[in-house]
T-cell receptor
Framework: DTGVSQNPRHKITKRGQNVTFRCDPISEHNRLYWYRQTLGQGPEFLTYFQNEAQLEKSRLLSDRFSAERPKGSFSTLEIQRTEQGDSAMYLC?????????????FGPGTRLTVL | AQSVAQPEDQVNVAEGNPLTVKCTYSVSGNPYLFWYVQYPNRGLQFLLKYITGDNLVKGSYGFEAEFNKSQTSFHLKKPSALVSDSALYFCAVRDLLSTHNNNDMRFGAGTRLTVKP
């Protein structure tokens, strides 16, 4: 068990560019979550996968955001036409998925800065 | 919808003294409650959770939390603080009645704990 990993750890981009982040969950974890965290705030839920199926999306997830988990393992989060307001820490978490309320384990996050 | 409040932005304690980080919640049904800790430039680490059963929950690193239904609180405690406990602490809640969304976990804004030697 090597924990949840995220790449890159930091990303600086210019407004209008597209960015993609990757999350590798803990092996055998069926559920995968994406959160956004801004300075001084707790994480805010963006979206959630059960295996490869995206089961829930927050209203925070505008149409510029898209997430995939094609084989039920790693996941990618893409932001198109980035805006300065997208600057935040993007956190990924995974959980076993055996229980209705199971514990989510978080990765170190990807810090996005949009210039 | 459920919500969490962490009324203190900052808590300062001396090393060796007991610490308390406060959390109150609001849910429609019965709550599932969590505490996470975040160190600089790192993700959230799970400390403990309350699902049902004993109101006093013991977790990692010597932390514990007490569920109080009448006061809708879930305060995090530790009998003797360490300098290494200095970090950002987040309380989170999920509502047992939320049957449709599997992830409707709401986090508080966080409390920065500083333990001084």
């Amino acid at each position: 068990d090597t924990g949840v990993s995220q790449n890159p750890r930091h990303k600086i981009t210019k407004r209008g560019q597209n960015v993609t982040f990757r999350c590798d969950p803990i092996s055998e974890h069926n559920r995968l979550y994406w959160y956004r965290q801004t300075l001084g705030q707790g994480p805010e839920f963006l979206t959630y996968f059960q295996n490869e199926a995206q089961l829930e999306k927050s209203r925070l997830l505008s149409d510029r955001f898209s997430a995939e988990r094609p084989k039920g393992s790693f996941s990618t989060l893409e932001i198109q036409r980035t805006e300065q307001g997208d600057s935040a820490m993007y956190l990924c978490a995974s959980s076993l998925g055996w229980e209705r309320v199971d514990t989510q384990y978080f990765g170190p996050g990807t810090r996005l800065t949009v210039l | 919808a459920q919500s969490v409040a962490q009324p203190e932005d900052q808590v300062n304690v001396a090393e060796g003294n007991p610490l308390t980080v406060k959390c109150t919640y609001s849910v429609s049904g019965n709550p599932y409650l969590f505490w996470y800790v975040q160190y600089p430039n790192r993700g959230l680490q799970f400390l403990l959770k309350y699902i049902t059963g004993d109101n006093l929950v013991k977790g990692s690193y010597g932390f514990e939390a007490e569920f109080n239904k009448s006061q809708t609180s879930f305060h995090l405690k530790k009998p003797s603080a360490l300098v290494s406990d200095s970090a950002l602490y987040f309380c989170a809640v999920r509502d047992l009645l939320s049957t449709h969304n599997n992830n409707d976990m709401r986090f508080g804004a966080g409390t920065r704990l500083t333990v001084k030697p």
